[in-house]
């Protein structure tokens, strides 16, 4: 700061001192953003194990730029860094497990699935019973993150991939990932925000949702807001590629669209809760759906998009057909299936439509026998036999509708959560495996 006052001796050591302390907070602040950045060091060859001092590259959260954070800042910034998912939120009913199963008209093979309760996930067949678990808590993987285990993301796998060799990919929501093998043991793990989604390439690669809670004077310039993130990993949780799904918005001819900027600039602006790596298969209709572009769905512009990775920009988007949506999911069919929350006035349904003429061709609502309802995540997947399978992550409810919408397989979670155990674990996603999924690992 520069004056033409002339504060003399006193006045000078005191601006000195305030210069230092400047630096001093600055530098202290540069350290805090750095250290809850995502890095790989597990792997490292000058990192022994993870309870040793960092090693390698570590990444900052643009630290140099961001201006040192007033108390009501930091108080807003710990608010989003514990945003996530309870580990269940509805009463628990007296029944759970498997309630229906018809095998003449269910897609057979083996249920992976993840669950509020706990920090791991469950092989189970179709009639319930568990063939194998996995497990492996937050602390054990960061044992000096103890702050974190405050957040809701550290109780549990928000979601999960299963290798067929039996290793798993899991996610600790806004926190980290690890990978573990088939007997629960830690490979790698990386703490970087990862949450909600991951997808894995042909040749190992990571592709995931990260997230950086931090100040953006253009979108807001008191308060700090959550920036996501599509983030590439090498097999090995090292950091190949990040691309920011805001900037992404801004780079596109989107950038003043309703679909991009009907966020509310404070916050968790877009809630990013879906990444797939597209394969090309529908670049012959829809030239953005390139090989290697990503699907992203963005919850809170009620927005599912394509990202251009190389481009670093949005090329495609489709709105208003859902409203708070999960899971959209490239079909073999060329269609795409959307787990919409709260577009069936005030109900969940899954909706499939067509990408290249918007129209719904398929929609599953319920009925006064069957309505559901999820206010947050859901998932959904179509079978190899044509029927769809359906997770209601809030009331811990998975199930397996035909194209008519008759329930042929119903599986309610056992497993429960609470202070008391009184609440149903929320049940994230249920994954249907191929039926000629049968590794030799599993006895």
Known sequence: MHSDTDHGPGGAHV??????????????????????????????????????????????????????????????LEKLRSIGYLAGSRPATSSSGITVHDPARSSGGMNFYTSGHCAGAILMD????????????FLKAWPDEIESTEIDGSEYWRWAYLFENGDVLAIFDGLGLIKVDRNSNLIWERLGGEHHDLDV????????????????????????????????????????????????FENSSFAN????????????????????????????????????????????????????????????VAADLWLAQHDPKILDNGNIL???????????????FDPATREMVWVYAGDRSNNFFTRMCGANHR?????????????GRAFEVTPGGEIVWEFLNPHRAGKHGNLIATLFDVVRLNPDFSPDWLE
Request: glycine share 8%.
């Open 15 to 76: 601006l000195r001192l305030t210069a230092v302390l400047f630096l001093l907070v600055s530098a202290l602040c540069s350290v805090a953003a750095s250290g809850r950045e995502g890095h790989s060091w597990a792997n490292d060859p000058g990192a022994s194990s993870s309870n040793v001092g960092p090693s390698g590259r570590w990444r900052g959260a643009r630290a140099e730029s961001e201006p040192v954070l007033t108390e009501a800042q930091k108080r807003e």
């Open 126 to 137: 179709m009639e319930g019973d568990v063939l194998h678990e996995w497990r492996y808590d």
């Open 201 to 248: 390439t042909d040749d190992g690669r990571i592709f995931v949702l990260t997230r950086r809670a931090h100040m953006i004077e253009r979108i807001n310039e008191r308060m700090p807001i959550l920036e996501d993130f599509v983030t590439v990993l090498d097999p090995d949780g090292r950091l190949l590629k990040e691309l920011s799904i805001l900037e992404a």
């Open 257 to 316: 669209s309703p679909a991009a900027r009907g966020y509310v600039p404070r916050g968790d602006i877009y809630h990013t809760n879906a990444v797939e790596v597209l394969d090309g298969k529908l670049a012959d209709r829809i030239p953005a759906f390139a090989k290697g572009n990503v699907l992203l769905s963005m919850r809170s512009l009620s927005t599912i998009a394509v990202l251009d990775m190389d481009a670093g920009e949005i090329v495609w």
């Open 338 to 352: 959307v787990f919409d929350n709260r577009g069936a006035k005030g109900e969940s349904r899954v909706v499939e």
């Open 383 to 395: 079978l190899e036999n044509g029927n769809t399978l359906i997770t209601e992550s809030d009331f």
